[in-house]
């Protein structure tokens, strides 16, 4: 199979079980809760309200674990790359344990889940490795050996790991997983379609919570509930000032057949570039997963080269003989770098949200579900403070915040200031996209691989910023806070809720 310059799909998607579908919302409903978004997060956090007893009605603007949990790399892990020395630096060795314990007992929560239930979902041990490739990084490596020890985590430092090139220093975390992430999830949705205390809606997308009568709006109905979480991945309620502190970067996956095994184990580069390393059994074969080449949203250039260097990647060190799947998606960070799990505001004690993943959402989302759900039965959970929206840690967070919205506020006036949209519409080639004209009006225009023109509105209509092309996944994607569009202006990733306005082509 030929490079990859386009998305051919994610191998959990494509290689998933059958999906159930479920209704749209029309009209009214009731539940004790109301969960937003069928991710990783929300499902989890559904599962565990019901098994607490209360009433459930999850909402979903597409179809359930088909976001970036679809779209993920699946190592359920507590190595988050290198870190343990940077929380430790950052927040404090007590943070840091807390962190690793969080992380690891979801880990394990997983495991006998699958266990109990007989999930079958690939589900397997690994060892993990996060490595340097340069002398000058080797104290970095000894750094976070040192503290993910500390923080009483299965780690150690090595010198070797069983991948094909060397390296220059390794930590090891033993006992670690990976799994097929859709196989676990569907699993856990049948437990819950088969249960009449929750309710399931896809297609359903939420456009507006109401927190003084607690209700959630949709385009076809409501509901009403006692608590609302905000499972969506970035989210959509502008009050959490998310906006200012929370930002999404894309990363890119292929997925290879080749010679021979893959090296046993998961990996990940902790110097540039990052390259992340797995085996995915797909029909009794082992094939090899390589990802990597992180930007942030919608400032990606040329997002086919993207997938030209990660293939380049694995034919430097192994012997490909076709590249079967490749995907992108994006994950979330927050300004200080640790999830936010908790009340949406100060105030609301009746939404809460969880995001900020930074790419370890299995173990994060999972521990992220289980913290929801003791906040919201009101259970003690002695990681509440740390994971608080609502947190004030402006020693860790000061400089990221000023530089992120900096960024933000000179994309938003330089696209007012730039000369895009100086071509006119008729110019662009089959399947391209790109800000031009149509008479005197900008436009985000596109011409599809039979030659046919369509044209919507450059502004992106969460907070006003200018919309990119993206070449690869062929969407707009907005710099700012990384919502997505597909070519006809529906919108395919929050933080908007609404389409880009459709625009005459003459
Ligand atoms: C390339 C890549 C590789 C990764 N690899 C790993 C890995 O190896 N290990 C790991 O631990 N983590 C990894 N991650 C991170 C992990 O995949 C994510 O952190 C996690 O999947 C996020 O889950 P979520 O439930 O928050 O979001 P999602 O899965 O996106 O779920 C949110 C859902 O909300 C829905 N939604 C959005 N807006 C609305 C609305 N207004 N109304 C209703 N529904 C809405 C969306 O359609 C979506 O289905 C990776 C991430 C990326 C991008
Ligand atoms: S995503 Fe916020 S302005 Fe576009």
Redesign the pocket.
Known sequence: MSTPVAASGSVWIQTGPIQRQFPRLEGDVRADFAV?????????TALLLREAGASVAL???????????????????SQ?GMIYSQLRKRFGRDAARTYGQVNESALEWIAERVQRDAIDCDFRRQSSYAYVTSPSQRSQAEDEAQAAGEAGLPAWLVQTTPLPYGIESAVRFDDQA?FH?RKYLLALVDGLAEDDGCQIFEH????QVDSADSVVR?PGGRVRAGRIV?????P?LDRSLAFARVHP?????IVCRIAGAPPEG?FISADSPTR?V?AVPVDGEELLLV?GE?HKTGTGGDTQQRYRRLEEFAREHWDVRSVDYS??????STVDGLPYVGKLTPRSDRVLM??G?????????TA?AHLLGDLLLERENASAALFDPNRLNLRASAGELVKENVQVGLRFVGDRVTKRGSRPIEDLRPGEGDIVRVGGEIVAGYRDDLGELSAVSPTCTHLGCRVNWNTAERSWDCPCHGSRFSPAGD?L???A?HRLERKPLA
């Open positions: 937003i978004g069928g991710g990783i997060v929300g499902i989890t909402l979903e603007a597409g179809q359930l674990a088909r976001g970036v949990t679809g779209h993920t790399t699946a190592k359920v892990s988050h990976e992430v359903t997308r939420a456009v949709t905000v499972a969506t991945h970035y959509f970067q894309r990363s890119y996956a998961m992340s797995r990802g992180g995907w992108s998606a994006q994950d979330n969880a995001t993943f930074a790419k370890w959402g299995m173990t994060g989302g992220a919108v990733q929050g933080p809720v």
